[in-house]
């Protein structure tokens, strides 16, 4: 997978940057503080309009069975605590290739999906054993890869919320690639019910690598 590199942000975009790094920060603060309670409706906390490449690198992934143009990126408090205590252990992170969540760590993860590198699917129906449509996002980090699965919400859920963040090391990334596997297989692997739900063929075809993504959006005529 390609990194892609960004442009510098405008004065604008690093004000709402701030803004959101900050709502982001103070529900996954809280949502450890208080064990998965962050005191909001639905216990989800909004944190802004889904961006409209993130709707179009999730509709080319899916090949177009997920629409998310009308939701929100959210948190759900209760998530953010379950994976912070199931996945902050060091000692036992290291055995599954997988590196421990720092409180840190789970807030840049949740961030990255502003800028993701690599965009899955996961379950382009809901009528599985999650029953939620899902997809998953992949990012670098100095030490790994973050890979987070987004649950997306029914017709009365505006939201997409985080259900799982894991941060992978290396090897375990590295394996992935060389046996040509999908972000499923790499978060689902001890799980065979869900593993024989995934697409594989379908996941492979329609991935999306954010630096190679060309927008299918027609272009304007320009005037000559």
Known sequence: FVEK???????SDSAVMHARKKTISDTVDLAIQQQGNINERYNQKPISKVPEELVEYVDAATDGKIDISRKYVAIHGSNIWHEYRNHSNPSIEIGRHQIANTASDIKEAIEAIY?????????????NVNQQQSFAYAKKTSNGHYVVVEAVGGKRNPNVVPVMILQFDEKKWNDMIANGMVLGQLLYENDPEKLS????????KNRVTVAQFASKKPLLNTPR
């Open 197 to 204: 739900e995934l697409d594989v063929s379908a996941i492979k």
């Open 115 to 127: 800028h993701p590198d690599v965009v899955e699917a996961l379950f382009t129906k809901s009528s």
């Open 5 to 11: 590199y960004e442009a510098s942000p405008t004065p």
